[in-house]
């Protein structure tokens, strides 16, 4: 039997009802064998109400992460995303699935998974749908609030084997985003990103805006994490707002609205990949109903079914400023 998607059945704002939910969905409809992390008692209590008691294997952990942890305090104790980062190093899973604090699976991640070979920082990536078909890369969606400039220059190579392995891309070009496509626009952050993603070897765009998001303008989108929460939400949001006024006017269908929207809603995408790390890990999104869980389940499984880690291989991080 292939090894289990371990998932922290405490994490998000609805753990562990549509947690659980979500990894009997994942089971049942998907073929993802799930192994549930948390609470053993309101784990299996959950699980009865679907029949699932002696379907999947409940590992207990005691404790929860408060979704406003921000990382260090997650990593004492026994916490379901503590224990749940513990079995995949172990192998005793195939990849971790997490809708709890960001900065708390981060962190434990980083102590327990490690991080691969050459990177500097872990990056969330996130394939947002483009309007000339496709997708593209945007990395760092949450992981890291304040990069600094080797780090994000790591986050374009991570960003650019993504593209390769996940989205089929031959060549990915990379824009990093700023505040203007001239070169030499943006904060110093900014600025000195350029100036190492110039030496790189890959295709590098340059500077990108807001606009280019979803436009199609390049592959990998690279950025800290702060500025990237804020566009992977603004997104999301502009789109809602967008179609309930088309729907309000009567100028399309519900249900051509609907396909629309789901290729911009969290469950479709199910989750954010951390690349960088030796083992695959998933982080969904706090709101994340069952659903979500299930989708995030199966990207964690295909990802991890890819062999290899996500990251850049024979390249290595940008030197340090000096």
Request: hydrophobic fraction near 40%; charged fraction near 20%; glycine fraction near 14%.
């Amino acid at each position: 039997m292939p090894e289990p998607v371990v998932v922290d059945a405490m994490g998000g704002d609805h753990g562990p009802a549509e947690t659980v939910r979500g990894a009997v969905t994942a089971l049942r409809e998907h073929g993802v064998p799930v192994l549930l992390v948390g609470r053993a008692e309101e784990i299996r209590r959950e699980l009865a109400r679907y029949g699932a008691s002696g379907e999947i294997e409940v590992v207990h952990a005691e404790e929860v992460v408060p979704m406003g942890e921000r990382g260090p305090g997650a990593l004492a104790g026994t916490s379901s995303i503590t224990v749940g980062c513990e079995l995949l190093s172990r192998g005793a899973g195939a990849a971790f699935v997490s809708a709890g604090s960001t900065g708390a699976v981060v962190s434990c991640a980083i102590r327990s998974v490690g991080r691969a070979e050459s990177v500097l920082r872990p990056a969330l990536a996130i394939a947002l749908p483009q309007v000339t078909g496709g997708s593209s890369v945007l990395l760092d969606a949450g992981a890291t609030a304040d990069p600094t400039p080797e780090m994000v220059a790591g986050f374009a190579l991570l960003g650019t084997s993504y593209a390769r392995l996940v989205l089929g891309t031959a060549e990915p070009t990379v824009g990093l985003l700023s505040i203007g496509s001239e070169p030499g626009k943006g904060n110093r952050l900014t600025r000195r990103t350029e100036e190492l993603l110039r030496r790189l070897p890959l295709r590098f765009h340059g500077t990108v805006e807001g606009h280019d998001v979803l436009a199609g303008v390049v592959d990998v989108i690279v950025t800290d994490g702060f500025t990237g929460n804020v566009v992977l939400k603004n997104v999301e949001g502009a789109v809602r707002t967008t179609l309930a006024m088309i729907a309000h006017a009567g100028i399309a269908r519900p249900d051509e609205l609907r396909e629309v929207a789901g290729r911009y809603d969290p469950e479709t995408h199910g989750g954010a990949a951390l690349l960088g790390l030796s083992r695959t890990v998933v982080v969904a999104h706090g709101s994340s109903r069952a659903r979500t869980i299930a989708r995030a389940c199966v990207v964690a499984r295909d990802l991890a079914r890819g062999g290899k880690p996500v990251r850049a291989p024979g390249h290595r991080a940008a030197e340090p400023a000096r």
